[in-house]
């Protein structure tokens, strides 16, 4: 019994020892798992002859001895499975809760991270990617960090740690980081985004800072990108307007000229028209070349008013009379094509502070505009009325109106509602746009309603006292949007403000 006990204990302990070093672990955890194998030993040896005995009171020697054998050994098993699962489940328990949570946050955070003191000193290093970031970095401890960031961006950084030493709780800051020697790719900088977070006491007092840096020269380089091609886009706009004002000043010259000759045949000074014919040409000559004259002075003006260059010149004078002489000036155009044209101006209008040149125009244009597009048996009014300090000027006429898909291209310049193969009417696609930006430098508000087949009301407003007009100092800084954009989104005709009107309505009223 006793040399069947002993051989069985040195079995046991010879393939506990095997087991042991084929599941691995560290030679601690070896010495402390084999401890457990040898007391279970040392308990399953003695077990080996207290069991047989005891079972040999009920059985017979020859079944007491092996079954009491087999127990001892199953027994033995599944303590030794047991005991060493809860000790490695003890062991991993152990390490995960004595890692501290900031070496935790040090190793798995994205980027570089950095621990520092309120003075911006490295204390430690950690992050997901430090491998990469160190390996063309000198060493960050200390003032190292701050030494390697550009001359012109340390004294942002440090900003940004003041910031916090002042109570903020995060700060943000984008820095160049300078490398040792030119990469592979042959940038001289790494951009870099510091996210800066502070830990502070009770009391509020700093007591150190977290910082995350991320790589972002992509971003910087798709930016610089950007701001690139936004300052061609700039050089091509301002050539492109300096082309116009260039070429709209050297054809005034010529077309006066023209005008001038044609005046002076027609008015026959110099000997009478042999026929008709001869007369119709002439004047035809000079309508062409006052409606030349008329776009070129447009494109002038528009081109003033995108370089910013357009220069108001606000005084007090009576809108009624700039109404009037509107209407006067375009009566003919439109007794001729069978429009009748009226106006409407608010009793009691007092006078209004604005650029008299600027409004006449915008009036002209307008009103020229819904002759262009009304049919003979149509009606075009202008109303003027203000309200609470707001001069309101209103267009109406009952022409052929437009859809309200096509709306938002209008007052952009050179482009016109009809292609050139269906529209029937002359023009280039100016007036509106000259419109728009005179209203803006006026600080007003632009807003058209139409209805296809019923009209079309065109409503502006400004301020009667010219406080929306820009002060002198300011028209060379602020470049006014060219075209701008409409402030009020516009709105089907027959559902405007109260006091406005559908345009053929309003128009038939007159």
Not at 186 to 200: K, P, S, V, Y
Not at 504 to 509: C, L, N, S, V
Request: aromatic share 6%; charged share 20%.
């Amino acid at each position: 019994m006793s040399k069947i006990a002993d051989r069985a204990t040195a079995l046991i302990d010879r393939a506990a020892t095997s087991w042991l070093s084929r599941t691995g672990g560290g030679a601690a955890v070896r010495q402390r798992e084999l401890m457990i194998m040898r007391r279970l030993t040392l308990i399953s040896s003695a077990a080996l002859f207290v069991a047989p005995a005891a079972l040999s009171f009920v059985a017979s020697p020859a079944v007491a001895l092996p079954v009491g054998v087999a127990t001892v050994c199953a027994a033995f098993l599944f303590s030794a499975v047991g005991s060493i699962a809860l000790s490695r489940q003890s062991v991993v328990a152990g390490n995960v809760a004595g890692q501290p949570a900031e070496d935790f946050f040090m190793e798995s955070c994205a980027g570089l991270v950095f621990f520092m003191d309120p003075q911006g000193a490295v204390t430690s290093v950690g992050g997901r990617d430090k491998r990469d970031y160190l390996a063309f970095m000198r060493d960050p401890a200390g003032k190292g960090f701050i030494e390697q960031i550009h001359v012109s961006d340390r004294i942002t950084f440090l900003q940004a740690i003041d910031r916090l030493r002042q109570g903020e709780e995060i700060a943000s800051v984008d820095l160049r980081l300078e490398r040792p020697s030119v990469s592979v790719d042959n940038r001289q900088f790494m951009h870099l985004r510091a996210d800066l977070t502070g830990r502070a006491d009770a009391d509020g007092v700093l007591l150190s800072i977290v910082a995350q840096l991320r790589d972002i020269s992509v971003e910087q380089q798709l930016r610089a990108e950007a701001e690139a091609r936004a300052a061609d886009a700039a050089s091509a706009n301002d050539a492109k307007s300096s082309f116009l004002a260039a070429v709209s000043h050297e054809l005034r010259t010529p077309l006066n000229a023209i005008l001038g000759f044609s005046d002076i045949l027609i008015g026959e000074y110099f000997g009478k028209f042999e026929n008709d014919r001869q007369r119709e040409y002439v004047g035809l000559v000079r309508e062409s070349g006052a409606h030349l004259l008329s776009v070129v002075n447009t494109m002038l003006d528009m081109s003033k008013i995108e370089a910013g260059r357009y220069e108001l010149c606000p005084e007090a004078f009576e809108i009624g009379a700039a109404v009037r002489s509107c209407e006067a000036m375009l009566a003919l155009q439109a007794k001729t094509k069978g429009v009748s044209l009226t106006s409407r101006v608010q009793r009691g209008l007092d006078e209004v502070v604005a650029d008299q040149r600027a409004i006449q125009q915008i009036l002209i244009n307008l009103v020229g505009n819904a002759v262009k597009f009304t049919d003979a048996g149509g009606a075009i009014s202008i109303d003027a009325s203000m309200r609470g300090g707001i001069l309101t000027l209103s267009v109406s006429d009952t022409g052929i109106g437009i859809p309200a898909e096509k709306l938002t291209l209008l007052g952009q310049p050179f482009v016109q509602i009809h292609n050139e193969y269906s529209r029937r009417f002359e023009g280039t696609g100016l007036g509106l746009s000259l419109v728009k930006g005179l209203v803006a430098l006026h600080g007003g508000d632009f807003a058209i309603a139409s209805t296809p087949g019923a009209g079309t009301i065109i409503t502006i407003s400004i301020a009667a006292d010219g406080s929306g007009i820009a002060e002198a100092g300011d028209v060379s800084t602020d470049l006014v949007e060219f075209p701008p954009r409409l402030k009020t989104a516009p709105v089907p005709a027959g559902i405007l403000e109260e006091g406005l009107f559908d345009g053929r309505e309003q128009a038939k009223i007159a």
